[in-house]
Antibody, heavy 122, light 113 residues
Framework: EVQLVESGGGLVQPGRSLRLSCAAS????????MHWVRQAPGKGLEWVSG????????DYADSVKGRFTVSRDNAKNSLYLQMNSLRLEDTALYYC???????????????WGQGTLVTVSS | DIVMTQSPDSLAVSLGERATINCKSS????????????LVWYQQKPGQPPKLLIH???IRESGVPDRFSGSGSGTDFTLTISSLQAEDVAVYYC?????????FGGGTRVEIK
């Protein structure tokens, strides 16, 4: 069974940094691209970032480009999101998400974690 | 960026009746080379993460009841629940998987009338 467990969320002041982690199990992590998707309280879904299975390709939403960095450690079955220069509008539940494609980008998501809440407030 | 627009924002349907949700993309999500529409549907129940229902506009995921069906091509798509059950109360989102940045519709809340 696929399991994705996020951690690292919390309350942070505007302009500060936070690093999210996602521990993956139940599948061969190094064979799948991974993504972060966020959901502001009471709002819809927003794709944040994706990283290819082999670490060679990353992509970002315009709203976070230049501030967030996605990375992964295939030896540790882990996905990360380094978030710098946080803004009030980054407040959201951040989901770690598995791409459906085996050794390819299919860009749809067949497994989701429960999310970790990031609150940006002074 | 491709803008995804869903309608209606919410709908209330009687048990056993049909529910229809629409999704429109600002540009075509049909790849001519393989004739696939890169349109996805998710279901999100209260307090839960989204669940993948349908990809490539009409391909149901394993384990998804066959009362859920997807249709459409190009820029106009529909998710149909043929006979609404109580457990189908949720918010439904479409998403284009055609090109980054990946974008979602605003969601449609389905309730029991």
């Amino acid at each position: 069974e696929v399991q994705l467990v996020e951690s690292g969320g919390g309350l942070v002041q505007p302009g500060r940094s936070l690093r999210l982690s996602c521990a993956a199990s139940g599948f061969t992590f190094e064979d799948y691209s991974m993504h972060w998707v966020r959901q502001a309280p009471g709002k819809g879904l927003e794709w944040v970032s994706g990283i290819s299975w082999n670490n060679k390709s990353t992509d970002y939403a315009d709203s976070v480009k230049g501030r967030f960095t996605v990375s992964r450690d295939n030896a540790k079955n882990s996905l990360y999101l380094q978030m710098n220069s946080l803004r009030l509008e980054d407040t959201a539940l951040y989901y770690c998400v598995k791409d459906s494609g085996f050794l390819e980008w299919l860009l749809h998501f067949d497994s989701w974690g429960q999310g970790t809440l990031v609150t940006v407030s002074s | 960026d491709i803008v995804m627009t869903q309608s209606p924002d919410s709908l209330a349907v009687s048990l056993g009746e049909r529910a229809t949700i629409n999704c429109k993309s600002s540009q075509s999500v049909l790849y001519r080379s393989n004739n696939k529409n890169y349109l996805v549907w998710y279901q999100q129940k209260p307090g839960q993460p989204p669940k993948l229902l349908i990809h490539w506009a009409s391909i149901r995921e394993s384990g998804v009841p066959d009362r859920f069906s997807g249709s459409g091509s190009g820029t106009d798509f529909t998710l149909t629940i043929s006979s609404l059950q109580a457990e189908d109360v949720a918010v439904y989102y479409c998403q284009q998987s055609y090109t980054p940045p990946l974008t979602f519709g605003g969601g449609t809340r389905v309730e029991i009338k």
